[in-house]
């Protein structure tokens, strides 16, 4: 009988074999206090969660290199691992009641969700959606349900999702809405405080955003308001004592996001505003579902700011600041009494502790340390910083020097974040800390686009890849050499997704800047990429084409911001690292890279990983990747 062999994604006569790697390995050299695996190796623990009474708690831990649920009470010093997964990190769990959890994973990072049930004893697993190729994500937990979620699924059409009421018992799905309208797709479910489906968005002429409502689940949808999907009116919740009013957070009518009351049945805004920030947009509200009251907003400038609605909350975060004060503080979870939390500590150079906080005894209890094998006293500050584009526009980033060192004419990985709409933030990342602990500078910027800072601002990306997006990088590169803090001549480029994108671009269209490249699942082709998006991507095809380019409309546009197409240019050394089953970012973006460069004649380093998406996940994987890249900056940037 023929021995059956697996089509391998891509092309796989083009990765490189492994002695490419192990020489980039060796490298990186050893003798440093930590090790790359002391960077990136999972916590022991992390992620806790409190069951709906307070009474245990659980949190991801790994076993056999995995990301698994186990469960413990407070007090104790035994914990119990329920779940045995072995091939790949659970990707997110909760609990439904004290006996039940549920969790999510994937396969080989293809991102098709399926949702899972166990006990707390870890009995009675169960798949409750056993779905191939379809993929499933939490409208509502539905806390005062014990036998009921709702999620959302597109398994009647991969291109549209539908909402579901689901048995977690018996595993029964109850079809609450049809989503099967592909001209007007239904992109958000939302529920009321009764966990009532009565609120969704719908896409409308692929470039506008309307808001649906209904008073009850046996009425149809009615549209409310349409807005271009520039302008964004984002229901939070619902309002505790109008049926008809909902929290948003909006832009509507001005430049910056500010959250206030929204009536859906008027379709009018209903103010005052409840808060706003001249500088950056305010997403986040926070609530007490048992007080029925609004507690805090978060927002972020140059780091994470709290402001208080609420002095009950705001006396409990008095209360933990005392004690914990000079780390940033995060309530991630508390039972349904709320007088039980799990508190999380973190700073740019530790990744913290989890404590438990007993409201009724004042008692706050250390869980955990996050990572207690780095100290935090040998890692390096992470520090806001502004500069200048060529345009007078103001951009904001951050600048990781090595510790103890000058900061004058320093080797520097220039790393541009990914999406590319998003944006960094302080705080602890495991790569910038890598990097800085072997003598790099890291930089990393809010190019134009990125969000949070304004509708004007993030417009101004629009169909700007590789243009004044990659402007705002190149200019920011030259003010770190103006500082006298970049050697001009120790300059490369990192980044993942849009990152890797820029990384690409940066090469290309500004190919005596930098010494070398790392393209971690990046695009390559502005074309082909617009094409092999996941299915569930489809619908927002016409606010991608308004963003990045349309492929007919503008076609000179993408063609000359498409790297592949400009090989001839690239001159300097480029790793590229690529997940197979990538869905957003298709395996072939990264071939066509290596194929076209390496018809040249120009030998590139590319590290494909079949059991992995969107970024590499497995301990193992991201050990050898990030050796390797350490090697090879290490070789061009540090000779």
């Given at each position: 009988?023929?021995?059956?062999?697996t089509?391998?994604?891509?092309?796989?006569?083009l990765?490189?074999?492994?002695?490419?790697?192990?020489?980039?390995?060796?490298?990186?050299?050893?003798?440093?206090?930590?090790?790359?695996?002391?960077?990136?190796?999972?916590?022991?623990?992390?992620?806790?969660?409190?069951?709906?009474?307070?009474?245990?708690?659980?949190f991801l831990?790994?076993?056999?290199?995995?990301?698994?649920?186990?469960?413990?009470e407070?007090?104790?010093?035994?914990?119990?691992?329920?779940?045995?997964?072995?091939?790949?990190?659970?990707?997110?769990?909760?609990?439904?009641?004290?006996?039940?959890?549920?969790?999510?994973?994937?396969?080989?990072?293809?991102?098709?969700?399926?949702?899972?049930?166990?006990?707390?004893?870890?009995?009675?697993?169960?798949?409750?959606?056993?779905?191939?190729?379809?993929?499933?994500?939490?409208?509502?937990?539905?806390?005062?349900f014990?036998?009921?979620?709702?999620?959302?699924?597109?398994?009647?059409?991969?291109?549209?999702?539908?909402?579901?009421?689901?048995?977690?018992?018996?595993?029964?799905?109850?079809?609450?809405?049809?989503?099967?309208?592909?001209?007007?797709?239904?992109?958000?479910?939302?529920?009321?405080h009764?966990?009532?489906?009565r609120?969704?968005?719908?896409?409308?002429?692929?470039?506008?955003?309307?808001?649906?409502?209904?008073?009850?689940?046996?009425?149809?949808?009615?549209?409310?308001?349409?807005?271009?999907?520039?302008?964004?009116?984002?229901?939070?919740?619902?309002?505790?004592?109008?049926?008809?009013?909902?929290f948003?957070?909006?832009n509507?009518?001005?430049?910056?996001?500010?959250?206030?009351?929204?009536?859906?049945?008027?379709?009018?805004?209903?103010?005052?505003?409840?808060?706003?920030?001249?500088?950056?947009?305010?997403?986040?509200?926070?609530?007490?579902?048992?007080?029925?009251?609004?507690?805090?907003?978060?927002?972020?400038t140059?780091?994470?700011?709290?402001?208080?609605?609420?002095?009950?909350?705001?006396?409990?975060?008095?209360?933990?600041?005392?004690?914990?004060?000079?780390?940033?503080?995060?309530?991630?979870?508390?039972?349904?009494?709320?007088?039980?939390?799990?508190?999380?500590?973190?700073?740019?150079?530790?990744?913290?502790?989890?404590?438990?906080?007993?409201?009724?005894?004042?008692?706050?209890?250390?869980?955990?340390?996050?990572?207690?094998?780095?100290?935090?006293?040998?890692?390096?500050?992470?520090?806001?910083?502004?500069?200048?584009?060529?345009?007078?526009?103001?951009i904001?980033?951050?600048?990781?020097?090595?510790?103890?060192?000058?900061?004058?004419?320093?080797?520097?990985?220039?790393?541009?974040?990914?999406?590319?709409?998003?944006?960094?933030?302080?705080?602890?990342n495991?790569?910038?800390q890598?990097?800085?602990?072997?003598?790099?500078?890291?930089?990393?910027?809010?190019?134009?686009?990125?969000?949070?800072?304004?509708?004007?601002?993030?417009?101004?990306?629009?169909?700007?890849?590789?243009?004044?997006?990659?402007?705002?990088?190149?200019?920011?590169?030259?003010?770190?050499?103006?500082?006298?803090?970049?050697?001009?001549?120790?300059?490369?480029?990192?980044?993942?997704?849009?990152?890797?994108?820029?990384?690409?671009?940066?090469?290309?269209?500004?190919?005596?800047?930098?010494?070398?490249?790392?393209?971690?699942?990046?695009?390559?082709?502005?074309?082909?990429?617009?094409?092999?998006?996941?299915?569930?991507?489809?619908?927002?095809?016409?606010?991608?084409?308004?963003?990045?380019?349309?492929?007919?409309?503008?076609?000179?546009?993408?063609?000359?911001?498409?790297?592949?197409?400009?090989?001839?240019?690239?001159?300097?050394?480029?790793?590229?690292?690529?997940?197979a089953?990538?869905?957003?970012?298709?395996?072939?973006?990264?071939?066509?890279?290596?194929?076209?460069?390496?018809?040249?004649?120009?030998?590139?380093?590319?590290?494909?990983?079949?059991?992995?998406?969107?970024?590499?996940?497995?301990?193992?994987?991201?050990?050898?990747?990030?050796?390797?890249?350490?090697?090879?900056?290490?070789?061009?940037?540090?000779?």
């Amino acid at each position: 009988m023929a021995e059956h062999k697996t089509q391998l994604p891509g092309d796989p006569t083009l990765p490189s074999p492994p002695e490419v790697f192990e020489a980039f390995i060796k490298l990186a050299g050893e003798g440093h206090k930590y090790a790359v695996e002391d960077f990136f190796r999972k916590p022991e623990r992390s992620r806790y969660q409190l069951s709906p009474s307070g009474k245990y708690f659980s949190f991801l831990g790994p076993w056999k290199r995995r990301l698994n649920i186990f469960v413990q009470e407070p007090g104790s010093e035994e914990a119990v691992r329920i779940t045995s997964i072995e091939d790949r990190d659970i990707s997110w769990y909760f609990w439904k009641t004290d006996d039940t959890l549920l969790f999510a994973r994937d396969r080989g990072g293809d991102e098709n969700f399926h949702l899972y049930a166990i006990e707390r004893d870890g009995s009675n697993l169960r798949e409750l959606t056993p779905f191939e190729g379809v993929r499933v994500d939490l409208v509502d937990d539905l806390e005062d349900f014990d036998d009921e979620v709702i999620i959302q699924m597109n398994k009647n059409n991969p291109h549209l999702f539908d909402p579901y009421r689901l048995n977690i018992k018996t595993g029964e799905l109850t079809q609450l809405a049809e989503n099967n309208n592909l001209a007007e797709p239904i992109d958000n479910w939302m529920t009321d405080h009764q966990g009532r489906l009565r609120a969704a968005t719908k896409l409308v002429g692929g470039t506008n955003t309307c808001l649906l409502y209904r008073r009850t689940e046996e009425e149809d949808f009615k549209e409310v308001i349409t807005t271009d999907f520039r302008v964004s009116i984002v229901p939070l919740f619902f309002d505790f004592e109008n049926d008809d009013r909902v929290f948003v957070s909006t832009n509507l009518g001005r430049d910056k996001s500010v959250i206030t009351r929204f009536n859906l049945a008027t379709g009018l805004e209903e103010g005052p505003v409840i808060f706003e920030h001249p500088e950056v947009d305010v997403s986040s509200l926070a609530y007490s579902r048992k007080r029925k009251v609004l507690t805090a907003i978060t927002y972020l400038t140059d780091k994470r700011h709290l402001h208080f609605l609420d002095a009950e909350t705001k006396a409990i975060y008095k209360r933990l600041e005392a004690e914990l004060g000079e780390y940033e503080i995060v309530v991630v979870d508390h039972n349904r009494d709320e007088d039980k939390f799990m508190v999380r500590t973190y700073s740019d150079r530790s990744l913290g502790a989890y404590f438990f906080f007993d409201k009724n005894t004042d008692e706050l209890l250390k869980i955990a340390e996050v990572s207690p094998w780095l100290d935090e006293a040998d890692m390096a500050e992470m520090k806001p910083v502004q500069y200048q584009t060529r345009d007078g526009l103001t951009i904001h980033g951050y600048l990781t020097l090595p510790k103890d060192h000058d900061g004058k004419k320093l080797p520097v990985v220039v790393n541009p974040h990914g999406g590319p709409w998003v944006r960094d933030a302080w705080g602890y990342n495991p790569e910038v800390q890598l990097l800085a602990s072997r003598g790099f500078a890291v930089f990393q910027m809010n190019y134009r686009g990125s969000t949070g800072y304004g509708r004007k601002f993030w417009e101004i990306s629009f169909k700007q890849w590789g243009r004044k997006m990659q402007d705002d990088i190149t200019d920011g590169v030259k003010w770190l050499v103006d500082e006298g803090i970049a050697n001009p001549d120790r300059v490369g480029i990192y980044g993942g997704s849009y990152g890797g994108y820029a990384t690409l671009a940066g090469l290309t269209f500004t190919p005596d800047l930098y010494a070398c490249g790392v393209d971690y699942v990046g695009v390559s082709n502005l074309f082909t990429f617009l094409t092999t998006i996941p299915p569930y991507w489809k619908p927002y095809l016409e606010m991608m084409y308004e963003m990045v380019g349309h492929p007919e409309k503008d076609k000179e546009i993408l063609e000359a911001a498409s790297p592949v197409f400009h090989i001839d240019r690239i001159k300097a050394p480029l790793f590229v690292a690529q997940g197979a089953n990538d869905p957003r970012v298709n395996i072939d973006e990264s071939d066509q890279i290596v194929r076209a460069l390496r018809q040249r004649g120009i030998d590139v380093p590319y590290m494909v990983k079949y059991d992995e998406g969107h970024g590499f996940h497995n301990e193992e994987n991201q050990f050898e990747f990030y050796k390797a890249m350490l090697g090879f900056l290490v070789k061009y940037l540090k000779g």
